[in-house]
């Protein structure tokens, strides 16, 4: 049940540096009535850093949805404390909110008939006033978007005639137009071809890099998520978390036995070569 | 532009054409100096344009922008092209408490609808109408405290107006011919009912939500994308919701009230309103659904009481022979993967 991770991850006040949002004792699940609930993960420790990827890994069914859409916001915490900014997320408003936190769900959402230069624009949703008037600003945080994510050549393409990549792509800008400080992301790769995979992946990592941004990222590809994340939260069936470095040869181990992976295969981490 | 050009004609054409002619000039005086009557035949026309072709000129306008826009609200909020005002069982509650007046507390001596019950006859009407819809909002509201999922929502919604429907035939089984005949009048729905005094409520009742629906275009862009990015985005989505749900009970109630259950313009109008404007974005679709539905309820209006032809055809039968054909076109043109809503 220990959340803090063997690898010097856990929340104390020494590793708070870089840190954008923080669980301590974070309680996930749903809420069924008043009394009853169903817990999903319990007394999570985390600690969400800018500048990269944190990849969010676990077998199917642990738990990875549930804790990217209670940061989200889209469901409340059971129990225990997330902290934007060492501030309760509570205290924010949804628009504070909204400034600070973007998220691209899983799953084709069908936003009718757009052209995906408009769809980034509702990015601009928490920037601009109650007639979304658009300022020079939400422009250049829309152009900059758009050319980011790669979604220049089709930004005049209505959205129900992309492919899955493109959407992607388009969904994707239209959170960085949000200008967040940080980006949930679940199974952003569910849908493509490993070429698509990893470009996206990469992507995001760059976003991270060079714009400081926090960059969560639920995944089923194991190997593929460890070759660009900075680091990596891993839940088990239990709903327990394990936070570590995708460099690290014990945390590697940890990882494996909770894909239940034999000893002898070797995970393709990107440090290896 | 185009579209208000042809909203404003067809309102004109709706006051000037009808089985009495009235020339132009003529017409327009008496409209726009109501003071300056002179002749018989003056009189005569004065009175045909002023206290019938006008008041339901302005009815028709203000009818069919508030069920286009109900219509667009509910399809955006529960993203579904099938969703109209009539969707959450308001205009069952509406039809219910009219049955109930005219089945039961009409006993004695309805008249037929289209000339009018009496006076106060009709003011009960119109007040179990707002009191039938309202009573269904309020079911609605309270259920939405309970559920966060709109789909539940949708269907509590069908099954009110299920349940409002089977108490209307429960009624119909039980009463006189006369009755029947009175309230079956009522559900072809017509704009030609309306006196000024009516206009004085329904019409400011429209015009103040047509300003509130300025503040509305915003989230309903973002709630194209989902309940749950709309949240993501910063939108207030259960308040959002109940506005959306209150702002459309209020004007398809008050609809039913004063026209009858015209409920095919506020299905048709929005995919009208986005093919003409080929996207969903809303701050072009609100406006344009709201013209469209106008000049649709207009044009229906002009052609149940075409001249040359006896006594006024069924309105609810006019807009959905002039609609289906629209729509379908509409339908048609669209490439097969795109969104609907």
């Given at each position: 049940m220990n959340g803090s991770g063997m690898n010097g991850a856990g929340v104390d006040s020494a590793h708070l540096n870089g840190a954008i949002l923080t669980a301590q004792k974070l309680t996930t699940g749903y809420r069924h009535g008043r009394q009853r609930s169903r817990t999903v993960s319990r007394d999570l420790d985390l600690v969400l850093r800018g500048g990269g990827v944190t990849a969010l890994i676990g077998p199917n069914g642990c738990g990875k949805s549930t804790l990217l859409r209670t940061i989200a916001g889209l469901q409340p915490p059971l129990g225990g404390m997330l902290l934007l900014d060492g501030l309760s997320i509570g205290a924010y408003t949804t628009r504070e909110r909204a400034r600070q936190i973007a998220v691209v769900l899983t799953g084709r959402s069908m936003p009718g008939h757009l052209t995906a230069g408009k769809l980034v624009q509702l990015g601009r949703y928490p920037h601009t006033n109650l007639f979304d008037r658009l300022t020079d600003k939400d422009r250049r945080a829309v152009e900059w978007a758009i050319d980011a994510s790669g979604a220049g050549e089709f930004r005049d393409r209505p959205v129900d005639e992309l492919s899955d990549g493109e959407l992607q792509k388009v969904m994707i800008a239209r959170a960085l137009a949000q200008e967040p400080r940080i980006i949930l992301l679940d199974e952003p790769t569910a849908f493509l071809d490993v070429t698509r995979k990893l470009e996206l992946m990469q992507l995001l990592s760059r976003i991270g890099k060079e714009h400081g941004t926090a960059v969560l990222v639920s995944s089923h590809d194991l190997e593929l998520t460890l070759q660009v994340a900075e680091s990596v939260w891993l839940l088990n069936e239990q709903g327990d978390v394990r936070s570590g470095g995708a460099g690290d040869e014990v945390f590697l181990a940890d990882i494996k036995r909770t894909f239940r992976i034999p000893d002898s295969y070797r995970i393709h981490n990107g440090m290896s070569f | 532009m185009l579209l208000t050009a042809v909203t404003v004609l067809f309102f004109l054409l709706d006051v000037l054409l009808g089985s009495v002619s009235v020339p132009v000039s003529e017409a327009l005086r008496i409209i726009l100096q109501p003071g300056s009557a002179t002749g018989s035949e003056d009189e005569a026309w004065r009175t045909i344009l002023l206290l019938f072709r006008l008041p339901r000129a302005m009815t028709a306008l203000a009818a069919g922008i508030g069920l286009s826009m109900?219509?667009?609200?509910?399809?955006?909020?529960?993203?579904?092209?099938?969703?109209?005002?009539?969707?959450?069982?308001?205009?069952?509650?509406?039809?219910?408490?009219?049955?109930?007046?005219?089945?039961?507390?009409?006993?004695?001596?309805?008249?037929?609808?289209?000339?009018?019950?009496?006076?106060?006859?009709?003011?009960?009407?119109?007040?179990?109408?707002?009191?039938?819809?309202?009573?269904?909002?309020?079911?609605?509201?309270?259920?939405?405290?309970?559920?966060?999922?709109?789909?539940?929502?949708?269907?509590?919604?069908?099954?009110?107006?299920?349940?409002?429907?089977?108490?209307?035939?429960?009624?119909?089984?039980?009463?006189?011919?006369?009755?029947?005949?009175?309230?079956?009048?009522?559900?072809?729905?017509?704009?030609?009912?309306?006196?000024?005094?009516?206009?004085?409520?329904?019409?400011?009742?429209?015009?103040?939500?047509?300003?509130?629906?300025?503040?509305?275009?915003?989230?309903?862009?973002?709630?194209?994308?989902?309940?749950?990015?709309?949240?993501?985005?910063?939108?207030?989505?259960?308040?959002?919701?109940?506005?959306?749900?209150?702002?459309?009970?209020?004007?398809?109630?008050?609809?039913?009230?004063?026209?009858?259950?015209?409920?095919?313009?506020?299905?048709?109008?929005?995919?009208?309103?986005?093919?003409?404007?080929?996207?969903?974005?809303?701050?072009?679709?609100?406006?344009?659904?709201?013209?469209?539905?106008?000049?649709?309820?207009?044009?229906a209006d002009l052609i149940s009481h075409m001249p040359g032809q006896p006594g006024i055809l069924p309105l609810n039968a006019v807009t959905a022979l002039l609609g289906v054909p629209v729509v379908i076109w509409v339908l048609a043109r669209r490439k097969q993967r795109a969104g609907l809503v």
């Open positions: - | 109900g219509g667009l609200f509910m399809q955006t909020l529960f993203r579904n092209p099938l969703a109209g005002p009539s969707v959450l069982g308001i205009t069952a509650g509406a039809n219910l408490g009219v049955a109930v007046v005219v089945l039961i507390i009409g006993m004695s001596g309805a008249g037929q609808y289209v000339h009018g019950f009496s006076a106060g006859m009709k003011s009960y009407m119109v007040f179990a109408a707002v009191a039938g819809a309202s009573g269904v909002l309020l079911l609605i509201l309270l259920i939405s405290r309970f559920t966060g999922s709109v789909t539940v929502l949708l269907l509590f919604g069908l099954m009110c107006g299920y349940l409002a429907n089977s108490l209307v035939t429960l009624l119909i089984h039980f009463a006189a011919a006369g009755q029947i005949q009175s309230y079956i009048q009522w559900t072809f729905g017509s704009f030609g009912s309306t006196t000024w005094q009516d206009i004085r409520v329904f019409l400011p009742a429209v015009a103040a939500l047509v300003i509130v629906s300025a503040f509305f275009f915003k989230p309903l862009n973002a709630l194209l994308l989902g309940e749950e990015y709309a949240r993501s985005m910063g939108v207030h989505v259960r308040r959002m919701r109940i506005a959306l749900i209150t702002a459309t009970s209020v004007l398809a109630g008050m609809v039913t009230a004063y026209c009858g259950p015209v409920t095919f313009l506020g299905v048709a109008v929005p995919h009208i309103a986005r093919g003409v404007m080929r996207t969903s974005d809303h701050q072009k679709v609100l406006p344009a659904t709201m013209l469209i539905g106008g000049a649709a309820a207009l044009c």
